[in-house]
């Protein structure tokens, strides 16, 4: 099993660029969430999941998209890149009621 | 939204100390998580526990949830005890929308 798996591992990107963060998980999880996770600080809920074309904002929401076409997948977009959002990006899946479990995160910085 | 505070927030421990970490939460919740990101950055998921006991090895926690708090013990610490460790819970309003505390910062000493 790979649970829950996230590409890439390290970005660099310009401010303006787009691009989109991939998370993809094996376990037939309804749930899925994306965080953010800056220094000395703890993680922060961008958008969730609760099910294949469900999607709903969290704390941070702003400058980002997700869509949920399959169970398995659940991408994340970021429109114009901005310095602000320099950090180090996880995906989650979860069955609830139970433990979420994470990915290995996503280095991002922006120049 | 809910607030989610963790105490202390640094610790240094020598190795075979036992310790206790907190977690109190200012409204009720329908879950709660303890997790350990470790040096790597990696996050694991070490219990799921709304309320009660549980153990693992020589990790327990306990949450008590009508006075809004959790405890994580570590007994006879060990050096890759060394980490983060944060709670993170799901308030009533809805169990996806995950709230995580700052963390206790650990450092296991040989």
């Known amino acids: 099993n790979a649970g829950v798996t996230q590409t890439p591992k390290f970005q660099v990107l310009k401010t303006g660029q787009s691009m989109t963060l991939q998370c993809a998980q094996d376990?037939?999880?309804?749930?899925m969430s994306w965080y953010r996770q800056d220094p000395g600080m703890g993680l922060r809920l961008i958008h969730y999941?609760?099910?294949?074309?469900?999607?709903d904002q969290g704390e941070v929401p702003n400058g980002y998209n997700v869509s949920r076409s399959t169970t398995e997948d659940f991408p994340l977009r970021l429109l114009s890149a901005a310095p602000s959002q320099t950090s180090v990006y996880f995906c989650?899946?979860?069955?609830?009621?139970?433990?979420?479990?994470f990915g290995d995160g996503t280095r991002l910085s922006i120049l | 939204g809910i607030q989610v505070e963790q105490s202390p927030p640094d610790l240094i421990l020598q190795e075979g100390a036992n310790s206790t970490l907190r977690c109190n939460f200012s409204?009720?919740?329908?879950?709660l998580q303890w997790f350990h990101q470790n040096p790597w950055g990696q996050l694991i998921n070490l219990f799921y526990?709304?309320?009660g006991t549980k153990q693992n090895g020589r990790l327990s926690a306990t949450t008590v949830a009508t006075e809004r708090y959790s405890l994580l013990y570590i007994s006879s610490s060990q050096t890759t005890d060394s980490g983060v460790y944060f709670c993170?819970?799901?308030?009533?309003?809805?169990?996806?929308?995950?709230?995580f505390g700052t963390g206790t910062k650990l450092q296991v000493i040989p």
């Open positions: 989650a899946s979860s069955d609830p009621p139970g433990p979420q479990h």
């Open positions: 376990m037939n999880h309804e749930y």
């Open positions: 999941s609760v099910g294949a074309g469900i999607t």
């Open positions: 409204d009720s919740v329908n879950n």
């Open positions: 526990i709304p309320s």
């Open positions: 993170a819970v799901g308030d009533s309003g809805g169990y996806q929308k995950v709230t």
